[in-house]
């Protein structure tokens, strides 16, 4: 699943996107240079310097386990509104380094 973030979007889209895998690898939100909001399996597909540089932005990789995705962090509002936010914040202009850092 993803979540084009030119369109109209919400938070719920954002939660529908959080609870579309299961935490059983490593996540990691990215945000790709036309706007589109995507979780990538990291555990698969480990990432470099160039790859990261045709991303847009990029949230930290969820290590397996920490209930950063799947159907309870989809539930979870404050997580969802954090992630939502920041998302808002740094696109289309990014406020910072293309790491985006969101406390949680």
Not at 70 to 99: H, Q, T, W
């Amino acid at each position: 699943m993803t979540v084009d973030l030119k369109s109209d979007w919400t938070d719920a889209d954002i939660a529908k996107l959080i609870g579309s895998v299961t935490d059983d690898r490593d996540w990691r939100l990215e945000v790709s240079a036309e706007g589109v909001a995507s979780l990538v399996d990291k555990t698969a597909h480990p990432t470099d310097a160039a790859y990261d540089d045709t991303l847009h932005c990029f949230l930290e990789t969820w290590m397996q386990g920490t209930d950063f995705v799947g159907p309870s962090a989809a539930g979870d509002k404050e997580l969802v509104g954090k992630i939502a936010k920041a998302l808002r914040e740094n696109y289309p202009a990014l406020k910072g380094p293309k790491f985006v850092y969101v406390s949680l």
